[in-house]
């Protein structure tokens, strides 16, 4: 599969949270310890907000991440309040820049780690049913940009929770029909670059995992000690596919069947089911 890191609050270094963690995403492209791969190398992507920028920069490569001088250059210099970075771990479909996450669409970023079981045999019947005016940005082969496709087809940009529950819905009743027990296995993370919504949900209900970060104030008076921390901002989020350490108190498994919302008013988090 795949290892993705979302990350929303006061701009920060992007280096500071895809290297200088114990278990930096990086080095997770090496040595995951919970994806069905150990290695992620199948390409790599990273989209980040600015405040005086009508859409998200995206810098996608077909190399492994963890050697990439280039993604190394970007993350020492680039700061951002609102970030994506995602290590691909292919399922069956090419390795190639339009198939690696996260997706662009307008000011909207998509990203995705899980599969659509069956994909090659629901796969018509899915892109029959994008929007046709949609239909032509659809650039890779993957069952992830089509789901994003989906989502927007939906109302993405008006309901996302609703847009990613009928997406899902689609694709659960598309399987069933093709004889796919259990056609969905998804943990998403998507954004307009000032919310940002993540996802947990298979119809097996054995989810990927996924989880959030403890409020920074909280884990700084923990571990006063860690150096780590004191450069991370008291409003900083992060929604990853596995923690980026073991500091204790640090991470919590999001719930299975939720989605949660981090924004500026507060965040939440809910229930989750297809419709």
């Given at each position: 599969m795949?290892?993705w890191?979302?990350?929303s609050?006061s701009?920060?270094?992007?280096e500071?949270?895809l290297?200088r963690?114990v278990?930096?995403?990086i080095?997770?492209?090496?040595h995951a310890r919970m ?10 992507g990273?989209?980040?907000?600015m405040p005086d ?7 996608r490569d077909?190399?492994p991440a963890?050697?990439d001088?280039?993604l ?10 609102l970030f994506?970075?995602h290590i ?12 690696c ?5 307008g000011r909207w970023?998509?990203m995705?780690?899980g599969a659509?079981?069956?994909f090659?045999?629901?796969?018509r019947?899915?892109?029959l ?5 949609l239909f032509?940005?659809l ?6 940009e089509?789901m994003f496709y989906?989502a927007?087809t ?8 609703g847009a990613v529950?009928?997406?899902a819905?689609?694709?659960?009743r ?5 004889g796919?027990e259990h056609p969905?296995?998804?943990t ?7 919310r940002l ?6 119809t097996q209900?054995?989810?990927r995992?996924?989880?959030?970060s403890t ?9 006063p000690?860690v150096a780590?921390?004191r450069?991370?901002a008291?409003d900083?989020?992060?929604i990853v596919?596995?923690?980026l350490?073991d500091l204790?108190g640090a ?6 069947s939720s989605?949660g ?8 988090m809910h229930?989750?089911a297809?419709?």
């Amino acid at each position: 599969m795949c290892r993705w890191l979302a990350y929303s609050g006061s701009p920060i270094l992007l280096e500071n949270l895809l290297y200088r963690p114990v278990h930096s995403l990086i080095d997770q492209s090496l040595h995951a310890r919970m994806g069905v791969e150990t290695t992620n190398g199948d390409g790599f992507g990273v989209g980040w907000y600015m405040p005086d920028k009508d859409s998200p920069a995206v810098v996608r490569d077909i190399g492994p991440a963890w050697s990439d001088r280039n993604l190394r250059e970007i993350a020492g210099h680039v700061v951002s309040p609102l970030f994506f970075a995602h290590i691909r771990a292919s399922t069956g479909t090419a390795v190639q820049q339009t198939n690696c996450h996260p997706f662009r669409y307008g000011r909207w970023m998509w990203m995705h780690n899980g599969a659509i079981d069956g994909f090659p045999l629901l796969r018509r019947d899915l892109a029959l049913a994008v929007r046709p005016d949609l239909f032509p940005y659809l650039e890779g082969s993957t069952d992830s940009e089509m789901m994003f496709y989906l989502a927007l087809t939906f109302g993405l940009e008006d309901d996302p929770r609703g847009a990613v529950a009928r997406m899902a819905g689609l694709v659960e009743r598309t399987g069933h029909e093709h004889g796919v027990e259990h056609p969905m296995q998804m943990t998403v993370a998507v954004t307009d670059g000032v919310r940002l919504w993540s996802f947990r949900y298979s119809t097996q209900r054995t989810s990927r995992s996924l989880f959030y970060s403890t409020r920074v104030e909280t884990l700084k008076s923990l571990h006063p000690d860690v150096a780590f921390l004191r450069d991370i901002a008291d409003d900083a989020r992060l929604i990853v596919s596995e923690p980026l350490g073991d500091l204790p108190g640090a991470w919590n498994e999001v719930p299975e069947s939720s989605y949660g919302v981090v924004q500026p008013e507060g965040d939440e988090m809910h229930t989750f089911a297809p419709e």
